[in-house]
Nanobody, 115 residues
Framework: QVQLVESGGGLVQPGGSLRLSCAAS????????MGWYRQVPGKPRELVAR???????NYADSVKGRFTISRDNAKNTVHLQMDSLKPEDTAVYYC?????????WGQGTQVTVSS
């Protein structure tokens, strides 16, 4: 069983930045496809950013140019740098790890973008 723990969420003004972190319970970052998703109440969970098997990154159109996903294999962590935040980015953000046979989710961290 893999545990994922997100941190870094909070309240930020429009145009501001936040950096989310996801810590894994063991060394999985290099073995699993890692990504970030978000969910607004009443709506489906949606992809924000995800590493591909080929080492590329898929970003949602709504965050391209503003968000950057990264990973630190030595520390078993993945990050999501969020810049130029908009109120529409308000959601619960979830860390995701997926292999060919399993998928894991973090508990989620709230991001609120408001004046």
């Amino acid at each position: 069983q893999v545990q994922l723990v997100e941190s870094g969420g909070g309240l930020v003004q429009p145009g501001g930045s936040l950096r989310l972190s996801c810590a894994a319970s063991r060394s999985i970052v290099s073995s699993y496809t890692m990504g970030w998703y978000r969910q607004v109440p009443g709506k489906p969970r949606e992809l924000v950013a995800r590493f591909t098997r080929g080492g590329m990154v898929n970003y949602a159109d709504s965050v391209k140019g503003r968000f950057t996903i990264s990973r630190d294999n030595a520390k078993n962590t993945v990050h999501l740098q969020m810049d130029s935040l908009k109120p529409e980015d308000t959601a619960v953000y979830y860390c995701n790890a997926q292999s060919t046979i399993a998928i894991f989710w973090g508990q989620g961290t709230q991001v609120t973008v408001s004046s």
